[in-house]
């Protein structure tokens, strides 16, 4: 499903270019389900001023939920949840030092009154993020509820037609 002339509606963001391999997963989902999305590098320890002023404009140039990965100290999702009403999903992006659970720490244990939506570590995370992201828009579009629906309804289909786990 083309999505090139469409107004984006997810934002998704992260800390640094590095994080792209990573976080392109949320991106390929999204275009999979036909959800228009703008990708950013918004770093909260590098560019606090572009992150204020993206979470800030975001809700009023017609984004619905941001996606947000960040590495290590991972303030990113968190901080961009305490200036947006839009809801956050975080993903934390596996680090080098500790494997990504420094990120997952700082991404999940965010203070009751601010929410993320905090996803698994790494790939997983980011496609599971597209794919949540997805789902909060099918919520008002009945074409990406149809993708979602399509979606699963695939991946049920390939499992039971290829049941057996042993090497072809
Ligand atoms: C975080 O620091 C980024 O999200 C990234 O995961 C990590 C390392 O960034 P680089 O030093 O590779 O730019 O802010």
Known sequence: MSTSNQAPRVGVI??????????EHAV???????????????SAHRTPDLLFDYAK???????QVIVAGAGGAAHLPGMVAAQTP????????????????????SIVQMPG??????????KAGATNAGLLAAQIVALQDAEVRAAVEAFRAEQTR???DDPDPRPQ
Not at 14 to 23: C, L, R, T
Not at 31 to 36: D, T
Not at 57 to 63: D, K, L, P, Q
Not at 113 to 122: D, M
């Open 14 to 23: 992260m800390g640094s270019k590095s994080d792209w391999p990573i976080m």
């Open 28 to 42: 390929t989902m999204l275009e999979r389900l036909g959800v228009a999305c703008e990708t950013r590098v918004v």
């Open 57 to 63: 404009s975001a809700a009023e140039r017609g984004i």
């Open 86 to 105: 839009l809801p956050v999903l975080g993903v934390p992006v596996e680090s080098k030092a500790l494997k990504g659970l420094d990120s997952l720490l």
């Open 113 to 122: 009154g601010v929410a993320v939506g905090t996803l698994a570590i790494g």
């Open 158 to 160: 390939n499992v039971l």
